[in-house]
C-alpha cells in the first residue's frame, strides 16, 4: 500500500530571489582583504646635498604625475629608484612621457654634479619629448628660515 500524502510538499522550481543578507558582510570582507594586502611603495631616501634657490615653488600634482630622477654626487642617475644608465634615460622616459601627458618631470641633482651633467639630462629629456621639467631644491630648509 503506497502512502498517497505523505505530509512534504515537493517544491516547485527554483527561488527567483537572490539572498542579500550576507551581501554586506562579503562586501565588508572584500574591503578588510584588499586594505590588508596592499602594498604602498616608498620612494627610496637618497643622501644628496640640496642645492638652494633664490625662490622656490611647490609641485602640485599627483603622485601619480610625477618622474623622479635623481643625480647622484658620483654621476649615478636614477628614474624612479631605478638605476638607469645616462646613454638610455631618452628610452626610460619616452613611453612613461607618451602614456602620460601631464607627467612633470622633478631633477633631483646633488649639489656637487656638474652642471654640463644637468644640462646634457635636460637636452636628453628634450629629444624624448618632455616638455615639463623642474628643478628640485631645498625647500624645508627655507619654510622654517622663513618662519623664524
Do not use: C
Not at 500524502?5 to 582583504?33: C, V, Y
Not at 616638455?131 to 627655507?142: H, N
Amino acid at each position: 500500500m503506497a502512502i498517497k500524502d505523505s505530509g512534504f510538499k515537493k517544491k516547485s522550481g527554483s527561488d527567483s530571489e537572490i539572498p542579500t543578507s550576507s551581501l554586506a558582510d562579503i562586501a565588508f570582507l572584500l574591503l578588510i582583504f584588499f586594505m590588508v594586502t596592499t602594498v604602498f611603495r616608498k620612494e627610496k631616501k637618497r643622501t644628496i646635498e640640496w642645492t638652494d634657490a633664490e625662490a622656490t615653488e611647490k609641485i602640485d600634482e599627483k603622485r601619480k604625475n610625477i618622474l623622479h630622477i635623481w643625480i647622484e654626487r658620483n654621476g649615478t642617475v636614477y628614474i624612479n629608484d631605478a638605476v638607469t644608465p645616462f646613454e638610455d634615460i631618452s628610452e626610460v622616459v619616452r613611453p612613461i612621457y607618451a602614456e602620460n601627458r601631464e607627467l612633470v618631470i622633478a631633477l633631483r641633482g646633488d649639489r656637487e654634479v656638474p652642471y654640463h651633467q644637468i644640462n646634457t639630462i635636460t637636452e636628453v629629456l628634450q629629444e624624448a619629448g618632455a616638455v615639463r621639467v623642474t628643478f628640485a631644491t631645498r625647500l624645508e630648509q627655507r619654510a622654517t628660515r622663513a618662519r623664524r
